[in-house]
């Protein structure tokens, strides 16, 4: 039973910074693609970070060089560390998790078989 768990979000003015995490049980933590995307409403999901099992890291554009996505694979955990956030960064993120081995990150959404709940982030003055 695939679960991802994200904690960290929450209401942070532009500029500042917040470290998402992501606690996954269920699957060989190590072999799959894993990453983060997000969707404001209205709008599409969007892949903003992803990592494979070579430590292959990739980023949205839109969000370089402002996060940085890793993982503690001895506590099956995947971060998302956001720095100077801006307004068009309001989302809802979630972790998610492809069902078959990768090894090049890849950020395309429809490739995640597993999903969190989410956790939302709000960037407001």
């Known amino acids: 039973d695939v679960q991802l768990v994200e904690s960290g979000g929450g209401l942070v003015q532009p500029g500042g910074s917040l470290r998402l995490s992501c606690a996954a049980s269920?699957?060989?933590?190590?072999?799959?693609?894993m990453g983060w995307v997000r969707q404001a409403p209205g709008k599409a999901l969007e892949g903003v970070a992803a990592?494979?099992?070579?430590?292959?890291?990739a980023y949205a554009d839109s969000v370089k060089p402002r996060f940085t996505i890793s993982k503690d694979s001895a506590k099956n955990i995947l971060y998302l560390q956001m720095q100077k956030l801006q307004l068009e960064d309001t989302a809802m993120y979630y972790c998610?998790?492809?069902?078959?081995?990768?090894?090049?990150?890849?950020?395309?959404?429809?490739?995640?078989?597993?999903w969190g709940q989410g956790t939302q982030v709000t960037v407001s003055s």
């Open positions: 990592i494979g099992s070579s430590g292959n890291i």
């Open positions: 998610a998790a492809e069902s078959t081995l990768r090894y090049w990150a890849q950020l395309q959404p429809d490739k995640y078989d597993y």
């Open positions: 269920g699957f060989e933590f190590g072999a799959h693609g």
